[in-house]
């Protein structure tokens, strides 16, 4: 019988035909996301939690880069210390690249010109920011190459510094939110700046910053205002410069859904048709009003009277479902991709779990 050192296997497994080469395409596009996030303009809201991530993630893949130059000068030197699992550490670099595009994305949409419409799906979401962050420093520590040849954190340390992470993130928004209400002060204070829609959705981002939940207006009209406030009746609601229906998406058991444009912005409202849906319709908004992440669908507005209960959302490009047939591959995503699909997905629904929600029908079409 043959025997193999320890040694031996790692050099092995080191040596695995592109393993290096893999972990360094990684790294080189996760310093590339890191670059693009540090070229973006001013960013109009969130400042503090995107400073945060930013800041964060370069200290990420500064170590990365750090621990894939050790890594390397070990095997070139054959080192008898390098006790190190690269399978391990590929998904490790694969995470690290996703949570980059992620704060890629996050930072891009709090520089946007159009700051109101952006500022609708992407406050009040700072326990998103404080998961970014929690993984990012699980990253940190594992590219310490005494953690890696060690192998772990214990469920002890892991807690402290998720709690760590939240109590931070939650002074930055804070922070952010007090800036963010002065902004939208000075919208009022020179209404000759801005438009009517932007003085409407000002009104409307304030509400819904503060997270008020919809409430049933009782009234001759029976309108329900939902978290906008404003909405005196389903009439004023449905003012033509206000909402503008586009196109049908589709059409359900529940009801009809229309791509529409609400003050400028593109989303989606669903109509409920028949009496005996009222019920769904006010679960359906007591459930999705409150709800803010940027991987779960935003509802904006809602509106009630007698014939028809109406829900604006969030407007989605397309369901993973249509994406994937689409694409008609097998594979259908290159597995960086995929990676990214999954962490997203897994974010909005544990975001829903600690919210105490349970989709229940969790699919590509959903």
Excluded at 71 to 86: G, M, P, Q, T, Y
Excluded at 158 to 175: L, P, Q, T
Excluded at 297 to 326: G, H, T, W
């Amino acid at each position: 019988m043959t025997s193999v050192s320890v040694v031996d296997y790692i050099f092995a497994e080191v040596r695995t035909p592109g393993a290096m080469e893999e972990l360094d395409s990684y790294l080189k596009l996760g310093e590339d996301s890191l670059e693009a996030v540090q070229r973006m303009p001013l960013r109009k809201f969130n400042h503090e939690q995107c400073g945060y991530l930013v800041d964060k993630l370069e200290v990420v893949v500064s170590r990365a880069r750090l621990f894939f130059e050790v890594l390397e000068a070990k095997i070139s030197h054959k080192s008898n210390r390098l006790f190190v699992d690269i399978a391990k550490q590929v998904e490790i670099f694969k995470l690290q690249l996703a949570l980059a595009k992620q704060i890629e994305t996050f930072v891009q949409g709090c520089c946007k010109d159009s700051w109101i419409q952006s500022a609708m799906t992407l406050t009040n979401v700072w326990e998103y920011v404080a998961s970014l962050g929690f993984n990012l420093e699980l990253c940190k520590i594992a590219f310490c190459t005494e953690y890696a040849a060690t192998g772990g954190l214990t469920l002890d340390e892991v807690v402290d510094i998720h709690k760590a992470e939240v109590e931070f993130v939650k002074e930055k928004a804070s922070a952010d939110a007090d800036t963010l209400i002065k902004k939208v002060e000075d919208i009022f204070t020179f209404p000759s700046l801005s438009s009517d829609n932007e003085k409407v959705l000002a009104s409307y981002l304030i509400r819904r910053h503060k997270q008020v939940k919809p409430v049933l207006d009782i009234g001759i009209s029976g309108s329900f205002s939902g978290g906008v406030g404003f909405f005196k009746n389903i009439m004023e609601w449905l003012e033509p410069e206000w909402l503008k229906s586009e196109a049908r998406l589709g059409t359900g058991a529940s009801g009809t859904v229309v791509r529409s444009t609400w003050l400028g912005i593109p989303v989606a409202m669903k109509t409920f048709y028949a009496t005996n849906q009222v019920d769904d319709f006010m679960k359906e908004v007591e459930i999705l009003s409150p709800l803010r992440h940027p991987n779960v669908m935003s509802l904006f507005s809602c509106a009630k009277d007698r014939r028809r209960c109406s829900i604006v959302m969030e407007l989605m490009d397309d369901d993973l479902q249509k994406v994937i047939m689409d694409k008609c591959m097998i594979p259908p995503f290159p597995i960086l991709e995929a990676v990214d699909i999954m962490l997203q997905i897994g974010e909005g629904v544990n975001y829903l779990h600690n919210q105490m929600i349970v989709h229940r029908d969790l699919k590509a079409m959903n």
